[in-house]
């Protein structure tokens, strides 16, 4: 029995498919081609020797393919059909095929099969590796055999794309973080630094470079030359006529023969001649002429002035022009004194002047102090150093942050005195005072510098009822400690005001009403 075929050997299968029966007579098969043994036989047939031995080279793996019987005639398949893929069958071993002769006498001769040729071995491939797949899914492929590919291949080639989107991935993020550690670190490359962009061309109306961009083009620089001494200030325009408020002492050295100059802001520079001066609220006005297009600053009002505003203040200090600071007002109606180089007193400046914390050095008198709508509120004037009391521009001490400022109300009043009249008034009460009185309060003198009475006969004073000898502790309300303090209050108002005066006589105290009286002084 063949295994392979199912069909005792020699006999013909019956009722196979497509067979037609054979003619009787006499028939011989085809002989199946053998191939040659690598070794011929051993004559004398002694195992092992009788057979190729194990030394020869093993043929390449086949796997056997299932064959129709010998005889047995093959039905061609239809055009376009896919031929079922033959199931693996285990390898029969190879019976010796005996060589038969001829049918018996019995047996009907077979007619001639309807092939040409008869069928023949199937021959393995030259190379059975070279077709090999070893990615392909299921067994190893059969040689001679078409590839069948299953449906696992574009799986495997679904998770090779995956896998290598995922490294990709992977390696940008790395690339990223060791990128931003770079620039991070600064490693490696050139050092470029960053710069802000787009910063806009103006600036808030009252931000301190708004109200210095108004009010520059009003202020001047005043350089001062006389027989004995030359110096720096500031002044600011008042009108379009080309009148200039500034300090008394920035322009004393001129005087008497000396020479001013004033500097604009665009680099302008041109003459100027005093109007007038006053020593004792330390103001003077200058005109320029031959200047066309001037700017007036803005007066303010320096009673409507709170402690914590802010202000600017321009100058320039220690003749560096066009100086721009800022601070707050610190304090209000701070009674100073400046000057007194003259040894009658007639040069001491009685000031309730404004604090400043915004920077004034030596250069800043006479230039404007200006609140948040660049009004005029105040005029530089004097410094308070830490070795010293407060000091003009004369001196060379710098700022520690009290500045002191005329109050732009009073200067007015004086500036419009000095432009009409030529000299400016001040507000009196008709005594002297006896300035080396070192208790709490002014005291009146017993009698006058030159011999006369320390009350003016017919003064405000006089009128008042007060006497040599009394002592004055307040005005209108507010406590005075020394003369010189009651003289700034005094000098705070104008003359024809009424003002109060705590007064103590004998141990005794009361208030008297007294109307300021006018005295001239140049």
Do not use: C
Not at 54 to 65: E, S, Y
Not at 319 to 343: F, M, Y
Not at 422 to 451: E, F, K, N
Request: aromatic fraction near 4%; charge should be negative; charged fraction near 20%.
């Amino acid at each position: 029995m063949d295994e392979g075929n199912g069909v005792p050997q020699g006999a013909e299968p019956e009722g196979a498919a497509g067979a037609e029966p054979m003619p009787e007579g006499d028939f011989e098969l085809a002989k199946p081609e053998r191939p040659s043994p690598l070794h011929e036989p051993d004559p004398y047939s002694t195992p092992p020797y009788g057979e190729p031995g194990p030394w020869a080279p093993a043929p390449p793996v086949q796997h056997p393919v299932a064959t129709p019987a010998q005889g047995t005639l093959m039905t061609p398949p239809a055009v376009g059909a896919v031929p079922p893929e033959p199931a693996p069958a285990p390898i029969p071993p190879a019976p010796p095929i005996a060589p038969i002769a001829s049918a018996p006498p019995t047996m009907p001769a077979a007619p001639p099969a309807p092939a040409s040729a008869p069928l023949s071995a199937r021959q393995p491939p030259a190379d059975p590796w070279g077709r090999y797949d070893p990615w392909a899914a299921g067994p190893l492929q059969q040689p001679g055999a078409a590839a069948v590919h299953g449906g696992r291949r574009p799986r495997r080639r679904r998770a090779a794309l995956g896998w290598t989107l995922a490294l990709v991935l992977v390696a940008a993020g790395l690339g990223g973080l060791v990128g931003g550690y770079v620039e991070r670190e600064g490693i490696g490359g050139e050092v470029t630094l960053p710069q802000a962009k787009g910063v806009p061309a103006g600036r808030a109306p009252d931000s301190v470079a708004g109200i210095a961009a108004r009010a520059l083009p009003s202020v001047v620089t005043l350089h001062v030359s006389g027989s004995d001494e030359e110096g720096t200030g500031t002044g600011f325009v008042l009108d379009d006529r080309g009148h200039i408020l500034t300090n008394n002492h920035v322009v004393a050295p001129a005087a008497s023969g000396g020479k001013i100059s004033a500097t604009f802001s665009d680099g302008t520079s041109v003459k100027a001649t005093v109007v007038g001066r006053d020593s004792g609220y330390d103001l003077a006005v200058v005109q320029v002429s031959g200047v066309h297009g001037l700017t007036p600053l803005t007066l303010g009002d320096s009673d409507d002035v709170r402690v914590g505003d802010p202000v600017v203040a321009i100058g320039a200090p220690f003749d560096l022009a066009n100086t721009v600071t800022a601070g707050i007002i610190s304090a209000k109606e701070r009674p100073i004194t400046a000057g007194g180089e003259k040894s009658d007193g007639s040069d001491v400046s009685y000031v309730d002047a404004l604090q400043t914390d915004a920077p004034i050095n030596p250069g800043n008198s006479g230039g404007p102090l200006l609140d948040s709508r660049a009004h005029v509120i105040g005029i530089n004037s004097a410094i308070r150093s830490a070795d010293s009391g407060a000091e003009t521009e004369s001196g060379q001490a710098g700022s520690i942050g009290l500045g002191f400022a005329i109050p732009v109300n009073q200067a007015k009043r004086v500036a419009e005195e000095l432009i009409n009249d030529g000299r400016a008034t001040h507000p009196v009460i008709g005594v002297d005072l006896d300035m080396g009185y070192s208790g709490d309060g002014a005291r009146v003198d017993s009698r006058a510098p030159d011999g006369g009475p320390a009350v003016v006969k017919g003064g405000p004073a006089e009128r008042a009822g007060l006497k040599a000898g009394d002592l004055i502790t307040g005005v209108d309300g507010e406590p005075v400690h020394t003369g010189a303090e009651l003289i700034v209050r005094i000098r705070a108002h104008q003359p024809g005001d009424r003002l109060r005066l705590t007064v103590e006589r004998g141990g005794t105290e009361r208030e008297v009403s007294v109307v300021l009286g006018t005295a001239e002084q140049n």
